[in-house]
């Protein structure tokens, strides 16, 4: 696993605890955060990216 990843992973996971995110929303958030890239973006920046994907979702699940 690398350095890079580790990271991304234990951002996910404390968004996701911090705003009771379900393990399987958080699942589908990393496969979509995969496909956009984070090379020299700030912590809090991608802070706010996984806020706006985790909205999205929940948004999804409630068919709104």
């Known amino acids: ?10 951002l996910i996971i404390k968004v996701g605890k911090e705003h009771n995110i379900p393990y ?3 699942q589908s958030l990393i496969e979509t955060s995969k ?3 984070y090379d020299n973006v700030s912590e809090g920046k991608r802070l706010d990216e996984y ?8 948004k999804n699940e409630k068919g709104e």
């Open 1 to 10: 696993m690398t350095s890079n990843f580790r990271k991304e992973l234990q």
């Open 24 to 26: 399987k929303t958080l």
């Open 35 to 37: 496909s956009f890239t």
């Open 51 to 58: 806020m706006n994907l985790i909205n999205f979702a929940i």
